[in-house]
């Protein structure tokens, strides 16, 4: 008996942790480790849900990739970071990746007139 109880017990904390472990993995946020000292968390952004709403196929619509200041259609940067081409401060041709951000997130759902677009609706500090 006292083997059966803990083998069920066993199971059911085997069950939550991978239940949690996957729910945890599913929520995600934005790429902030290029802030050194960032005055706000990292956006709290469901990558697959969010493309899944708004109706996004193409990797490319967000990760975008230029070439000599010309957006490559159908081209994605989707296997890079943002910083490596978005840099901290703006360059001649570049712009920065605060900006970066902002312009593209906020200004589609600008754009679209759905989503968040004041600070506090994406950069949402998390539970301690």
């Keep these: 008996m006292k083997k059966r109880v803990l ?9 939550v942790a991978c239940f949690s472990a996957h729910a945890q993995d599913h929520m995600a946020r934005i790429d902030a480790g290029a802030f050194e000292k960032p005055t706000r968390p990292p956006a709290v952004f469901e990558h697959d849900e969010h493309n899944e709403k708004a109706g996004i196929k193409e990797c ?53 007139e759905k989503g968040p677009v004041m600070c506090g609706q994406c950069h949402i500090k998390p539970d301690r």
């Design 7 to 15: 083998f069920t017990a066993l199971a059911v904390a085997l069950c």
């Design 60 to 112: 490319a619509e967000c990760h975008h990739l230029y070439d000599n200041g010309v957006k490559l259609d159908g081209e994605s940067s989707e296997d890079q970071r943002c910083a490596e081409c978005h840099p901290l401060n703006a360059s001649k041709n570049t712009t920065a990746l605060r900006r970066a951000y902002h312009l593209s997130c906020r200004g589609c759902h600008t754009n679209r």
